[in-house]
């Protein structure tokens, strides 16, 4: 997403694998996985994010607590859902070396590989939370699909996604889509938007991690 390496937030097996600094999807996440224990530092990070607490806090409030984590890594967010938020947690994952790694060290939660554009599959659990965290650069093309399949399996769900941008100038993929929190929102339509957070991590540069609560 950007040229700029001091201020690129991924290993160099993100920017390999994944999006190359020049904007080009990559898009091999079982190779990154495979040549990488952890590409987004995400053993550390998810713990720290003060996104990830308002999540975990707003997962413990609800009266039956099963997790969808969709686009769920190495299982790191999976567990803090459910060991934060008291839930029962399904992590989805397109990398099958993720999801070894992440039944291995999370043996609490349970794991599927699978895209998440998939999420009919997962119909028979009756997610009361769906997670999307960090998953959506790297499904832009299946975005509205996925949404709406969301919409139309689990009404009555909330929905917590999370995305990364970019300060000005420095997004080089996906800018036709969105560049910004304001720009992203329209596309949860016709779900009700409860909250939206926004998480100035990058300060000098513009960059911001976002969250959007959605009730399906
Ligand atoms: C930025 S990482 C976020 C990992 C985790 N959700 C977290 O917050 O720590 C995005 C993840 O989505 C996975 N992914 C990419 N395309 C996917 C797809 N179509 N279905 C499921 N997972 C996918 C990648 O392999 C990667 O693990």
């Known amino acids: 997403m ?47 994010s003060p996104l990830n607490r308002i999540i975990t806090s707003r997962i413990a409030q609800l009266p039956e607590r099963r997790v969808l984590d969709l686009g769920c890594g190495n299982g790191d967010s999976s567990e803090l859902f459910r060991t934060e938020g008291n839930a029962e947690v ?4 397109i990398s099958p070396t993720a999801v070894a790694n992440a039944k291995a060290r ?28 960090g998953l959506t ?27 990364t941008f970019y300060g000005p100038g420095m997004q080089k993929y996906g800018t036709e889509y969105f560049t910004s929190l304001d720009e992203l929102l ?7 938007i409860e909250e ?6 990058y300060p000098t540069d513009g960059s911001c991690n976002t969250l959007v609560v959605a009730r399906v």
């Not at 399904?90 to 994952?93: N, S």
């Not at 999370?106 to 997610?127: G, H, I, N, Q």
């Not at 939206?196 to 991590?201: E, L, N, Q, S, Y």
């Open 2 to 48: 950007t040229a700029n390496d001091s201020t690129y937030p991924w290993s160099g097996a993100a920017k390999e694998y994944f999006i190359r600094p020049d904007g080009t999807f990559v898009g091999d996440f079982e190779g990154m996985y495979r040549n990488c224990e952890d590409p987004w530092g995400q053993s550390v990070e998810v713990s720290r």
């Open 90 to 93: 399904l992590g989805v994952e």
């Open 106 to 133: 999370y043996p609490l939660c349970k794991f599927e590989v699978a895209s998440a554009t998939e999420v009919a599959r997962f119909a028979d659990m009756r997610p009361t939370a769906i997670c999307m965290s």
């Open 137 to 163: 650069w790297c499904i832009l093309d299946g975005f509205r699909e996925l949404l709406a399949s969301i919409e139309k399996r689990f009404p009555g769900a909330l929905l917590f996604h999370t995305l």
């Open 186 to 192: 329209p596309y949860f339509s016709p779900m009700t």
């Open 196 to 201: 939206t957070f926004v998480h100035r991590v």
